[in-house]
């Protein structure tokens, strides 16, 4: 890091002398910044879910487990007061549990950085990490990744989520219980 405060400290003085020219050209070969454009990415349940379950829920940043996505919203079905959900996250009308405890899967190397868009470039983070990182590389944030945990271990409580909405089928009224149902339940089948 100190090698780019330098670089650009030589910059500001090329500046101060006037040489417009050799500073550009001091942070062109000496600091470079390529970008990738790359469009947005989302993941289907059932590509999430493989994710989730290979990293043997997770959090592939920080170590910590993660729960099963169907679980927070269940708890929000059938619990409301006391935890919120917001369908665009709003922090203040989204229970907490949502960013530090719901998986989603994060490109370990940024697709706007050069990451390729598979399965070993995919890795189970929470939203508040996933969030934090957005498109730095590990490296820049001082992070690593941690082994995936051990499904007979901990299964996010996603058994625990089938056999409750097996009791309590109601619940199924609900899109995003009925669709992480759906893909726990199949998910189980092909495994």
Not at 2 to 29: F, K, M, N, P, W
Not at 45 to 61: I, P, Q, W
């Amino acid at each position: 890091m100190a090698d780019r405060i330098d670089l650009v400290s030589l910059a500001c003085t090329l500046l101060d002398e006037g040489d417009v020219q050799g500073a550009a050209s001091l942070l062109l070969e000496g600091y470079r910044s390529e970008r990738v454009e790359s469009g947005p990415r989302t993941f289907s349940a059932t590509e999430g879910l493989s994710v989730f379950r290979r990293d043997g829920f997770v959090d592939r940043y920080s170590g910590g487990r993660l729960l099963f996505p169907g679980v927070l919203r269940a708890l929000s079905a059938q619990l409301p007061g006391a935890i919120q959900y917001h369908p665009s996250l709003k922090p203040a009308q989204t229970h907490l549990a949502y960013w530090e405890l719901f998986p989603v899967v994060d490109h370990v190397q940024p697709l706007s950085r050069g990451g390729i868009d598979r399965p070993e470039n995919w890795a189970t983070t929470s939203m508040l990490r996933g969030t934090a990182k957005g498109s730095w590389t590990l490296e820049e944030l001082g992070w690593h990744l941690h082994p995936p945990g051990d499904l007979l271990e901990w299964d996010g409580l996603q058994g625990w989520f089938v056999s409750h909405v097996d009791r309590t089928p109601k619940l199924l009224e609900n899109r995003a219980v009925r669709g992480w149902y759906q893909a726990a339940v199949a998910g189980a089948v092909q495994r």
